[in-house]
Each structure stands twice: as C-alpha cells, then as structure tokens.
C-alpha cells in the first residue's frame, strides 16, 4: 500500500484559444508522499491543478485518483480529495464546530466527532471550536480550511498556497500538521506554493513545470544541483528571469 500511486496523470494537454496553456505534463503521486507543484507565473500550475481535480476537462491525456478514471468515474474519484486554498470563504454565520459537522456530514463521516477534534488538535486550533466564522482571523481561517479538508480521510490532500501572507508561526502549524497527517493516516499532498522554504521544508519531491511542461521532477535538493544553483528559491528566480528550462544544458560554476 505504501508505494500505492492516488494520483496518476498521463500526457495532459490544455489549449485556450491560441494559448496552449499545459504541455504533455504527466505526474503520479503515492500514498503518504507530500509533494510540491512549483513553477513561475504562467507555467500552467492552475490550469494543470484544475484537470487534475476535474473542474475543467483536459483536450488530451488522462487523470486517475485513487484507481478512479476521470472523468467517467469522477464521484468516485473527488470523493477520495480533499482541497483548500487561503482564498477559499468559510460560513460566517457558523461556529468552527459547527461548520466542520456540516462538512463531515455532507461526507457521510460515521465518526465525525472524533474526526473534527482530531483534525483541530492536530493543527493547534482547539480553542477555536466555538468561536464564530466572522471572529477568525486569516491565518486561523486557513487552518480551519485545511481542517475541514481532511475530515473525511481524503487520500490525496491538494492545497493551493496554504501558508501565502501567514506568519511563521501559524505557517509552521501548517506545516507541523501537514506532516503528522501524511505519516499517521498516509494521506498524499500535493501542494501549490510561491514560498520555496515552505516547500523544501516539507516536500520530499518537487515537480518544476514552466511553458505548460514539466522540466524537473526530482527531491528540492537534486533540483537545485540540476540547474547550478543553491536551493529552489534560486531555481525559481533563474526560470522566472528567463533561464534555460533543461537543467542537463547548464553551464554553471557550481560551488565546491
């Protein structure tokens, strides 16, 4: 089961008029692994995300969760998702507990109780089990997000810029949460982010898409030897300031 992949894309292709926003990107992740989707502006992140959680249909290529093949068997396969992004409301007019019941229910989670005190504990936000929707502040809103995104057991956990404008406090509960998750219930996450430290902090593998295609797939530190350069923050200036996109071609002088 360890080795398990939940998610599987195949040669992925997304046109937009005269813009070919995504490029043959093929990805797997496996049970348990925690990995980054990483690339500049432009790169096709968005759009290759959202073929990979069936919101929009890609025109070639195919995506699988958990053993599901979109988009024939996507009730099947979504239910097997979790997904939260910072930017994502939750209800105002409810309690923290509250909102996670309706959640759980919605799921059809048996032992929902326990799910929602776990998932609070487990990201340090216990505290705010009654407190109302409009009192939370936006760090403790994205913990809650995230929370909310695992109360049904997701096998693949996708956030979208989870730690964006968090302080680094609650970006390490993020993150200290996110770690005990995938190791106790060996949920995958694929995760989308602009903070490069945040992603070799808890990222065991790095995909690096530019121009819609996938040009590094590798562990942070692999990547960063790959194109000459110190770490992911300056592989992804180097892409982002127009930098040759195949690692193999650098002529660099790498320090001893």
């Given at each position: 089961?360890?080795?398990?992949?939940?998610l599987k894309a195949h040669a992925l292709v997304k046109r937009y008029r005269?813009?070919?926003?995504?490029?043959?990107?093929?990805?797997?992740?496996?049970?348990?692994?925690?990995?980054?989707?990483?690339?500049?502006?432009?790169?096709?992140?968005?759009?290759?995300?959202?073929?990979?959680?069936?919101?929009?249909?890609?025109?070639?290529?195919?995506?699988?969760?958990?053993?599901?093949?979109?988009?024939?068997?996507?009730?099947?396969?979504?239910?097997?998702?979790?997904?939260?992004?910072?930017?994502?409301?939750?209800?105002?007019?409810?309690?923290?507990?509250?909102?996670?019941?309706?959640?759980?229910?919605?799921?059809?989670?048996?032992?929902?109780?326990?799910?929602?005190?776990?998932?609070?504990?487990?990201?340090?936000?216990?505290?705010?089990?009654?407190?109302?929707?409009?009192?939370?502040?936006?760090?403790?809103?994205?913990?809650?997000?995230?929370?909310?995104a695992t109360i049904h057991r997701p096998r693949l956990l996708v956030l979208?810029?989870?730690?964006?404008?968090?302080?680094?406090?609650?970006?390490?509960?993020?993150?200290?949460?996110?770690?005990?998750?995938?190791?106790?219930?060996?949920?995958?996450?694929?995760?989308?982010?602009?903070?490069?430290?945040?992603?070799?902090?808890?990222?065991?593998?790095?995909?690096?898409?530019?121009?819609?295609?996938?040009?590094?797939?590798?562990?942070?530190?692999?990547?960063?030897?790959?194109f000459g350069q110190v770490d992911l923050e300056d592989v992804f200036l180097?892409?982002?300031?127009?930098?040759?996109?195949?690692?193999?071609?650098?002529?660099?002088?790498?320090?001893?």
């Open positions: 089961m360890a080795d398990m992949d939940v005269r813009t070919l926003a995504v490029d043959g990107v093929s990805l797997e992740v496996r049970e348990g692994e925690r990995v980054g989707l990483l690339g500049p502006n432009g790169a096709g992140k968005t759009t290759t995300l959202m073929m990979l959680l069936s919101v929009i249909s890609p025109d070639s290529g195919w995506v699988e969760l958990a053993g599901h093949r979109l988009p024939k068997e996507r009730s099947e396969g979504v239910q097997q998702v979790g997904f939260s992004a910072g930017y994502m409301p939750l209800a105002d007019r409810l309690r923290v507990r509250e909102f996670l019941r309706m959640y759980a229910e919605f799921y059809r989670v048996t032992d929902s109780r326990q799910r929602i005190e776990r998932g609070l504990e487990r990201f340090e936000v216990g505290h705010l089990g009654d407190v109302m929707g409009t009192e939370l502040s936006s760090g403790q809103r994205t913990l809650i997000g995230i929370v909310k979208d810029e989870p730690t964006a404008s968090l302080d680094p406090d609650v970006a390490l509960r993020v993150r200290t949460g996110l770690q005990d998750l995938c190791r106790e219930e060996g949920t995958a996450l694929l995760i989308t982010s602009h903070n490069m430290v945040e992603i070799e902090r808890l990222c065991e593998r790095v995909v690096f898409l530019t121009h819609g295609r996938v040009i590094a797939n590798d562990t942070p530190k692999n990547i960063a030897d790959q180097h892409l982002a300031r127009g930098g040759h996109n195949d690692p193999r071609s650098q002529e660099t002088d790498r320090p001893a």
